[in-house]
């Protein structure tokens, strides 16, 4: 009995080609107890160069959720991947992708795992479903014409089916990465940097693609620089730098944990300085004097927002206007990684 005899829990385009409902295009988040569909244990890499490239990793990630992991270049993030996909083999540890061990059970372990790797690879003068059809059978799925369809038409390529990929632009060759890294009906779908180098509406048709195969079911593992990609999409959040996991969570609890919110006044009359009987708030002058920022911790149980602004009226200091502001995820990451730099 081949690999692909054995039982596989069917992707979201395989029942979606054989008729079975589909749920809304926003996808829900993983239950917050949903077992883990990868399991990571003390996996490290170290090259022969002495290169530590991946401090000892774990992290369990759960079935049916987005998890983003960010990180600056050279962080480590393709290192695990790379390690988790079976191309690079780590030093120390172990990884179980859906009940199979990448080592031990390496080729169960790869007929669950699909991967959409940052550069693009593809055979020129090959066409589109002949490319994808091809690495279907590599893995040892019997032919399925209406799983391939349902595959290339949901990345709009269904009209290029015959195309060569020579003749494709850079935005279409990242959809057959992606439709090729589908073939096989992975559970587990790797995307490295899915949306590097490709326009703002093909951002967002990946973005909904990636959501409609997470409401089915599919566990989906992105790496990205792009911030407002892992906001938008993320249920999880890890960062890491320089070959160490330095944080791993929920991304809404991660924003409201490390968030920060910032008021910002609009004076009447500007100022020069901040007067000494407002030093206490840790104020700062913007824009020519005209605004005054504070920054405080809206999760505090004093946010000293009140006070602050009897303090003003017992001054004689009049605003025209006030907005407050929240920290981003983008403003997060990077005092993680700054803070780790220091």
């Known amino acids: 009995m081949s690999v692909a005899d054995n039982a596989e829990i069917p992707s979201a385009l395989a029942r979606q080609s054989a008729g079975e409902p589909q749920t809304g295009t926003r996808a829900k988040s993983a239950p917050a107890d949903a077992p883990a569909i990868v399991s990571i244990k003390n996996v490290s890499k170290t090259y022969a160069t002495g290169v530590q490239a991946l401090k000892p990793v774990n992290l369990d990630i759960k079935r049916g959720e987005i998890f983003a992991l ?3 270049n050279g962080a480590g993030k393709t290192t695990l991947i790379s ?3 079976g191309i690079v083999t780590p030093s120390s540890g172990t990884v179980i992708a859906d009940g199979h061990d990448i080592l031990t059970d390496y080729r169960a372990a790869r007929m669950k795992i ?3 790797p940052q550069e693009l690879t593809t055979d020129r003068f090959e066409t589109v479903i002949a490319t994808t059809t091809f690495l279907r059978g590599l893995y040892g799925r019997p032919a399925n014409r209406d799983y391939v369809e349902k595959v290339l038409r949901d990345l709009t390529l269904w ?4 195309d060569q990929l020579q003749t494709l632009s850079g935005g279409m060759k990242r ?9 096989h009906e992975p559970t587990i779908l790797f995307l490295d940097e899915p949306t590097a180098g490709v326009d703002v509406e093909l951002r967002r048709d990946m973005w909904n693609l990636v959501l409609r195969l997470r409401d089915n079911g599919v566990t989906i593992i992105l790496t990205t620089h792009y911030i407002d990609e892992a906001e938008e999409m993320a249920d999880r959040i890890g960062v890491i730098n320089k070959g160490e996991l330095i944080l791993v969570e929920d991304k809404n609890t991660l924003i409201k944990k490390l968030g920060k919110k910032q008021l910002t006044l609009h004076l009447q009359e500007p100022m020069t300085t901040v007067p000494a009987e407002l030093a206490e708030w840790n104020l700062s002058l913007k824009a020519e004097g005209h605004e005054l920022d504070y920054t405080f911790d809206a999760n505090a149980e004093r946010t000293g927002v009140p006070s602050l602004l009897r ?6 200091i009049g605003f025209k206007d006030l907005n407050t502001t929240q920290s981003s995820l983008e403003d997060i990451f990077v005092s993680l ?5 220091k």
């Open 70 to 72: 960010l990180g600056p």
């Open 83 to 85: 390690i988790i996909c």
């Open 114 to 116: 699909g991967l959409v």
């Open 159 to 162: 009209e290029k089916r015959r």
């Open 175 to 183: 959809r057959v990465m992606i439709a090729k890294a589908l073939s």
């Open 311 to 316: 303090r003003m009226a017992d001054l004689g």
């Open 337 to 341: 990684v700054s803070d780790r730099k």
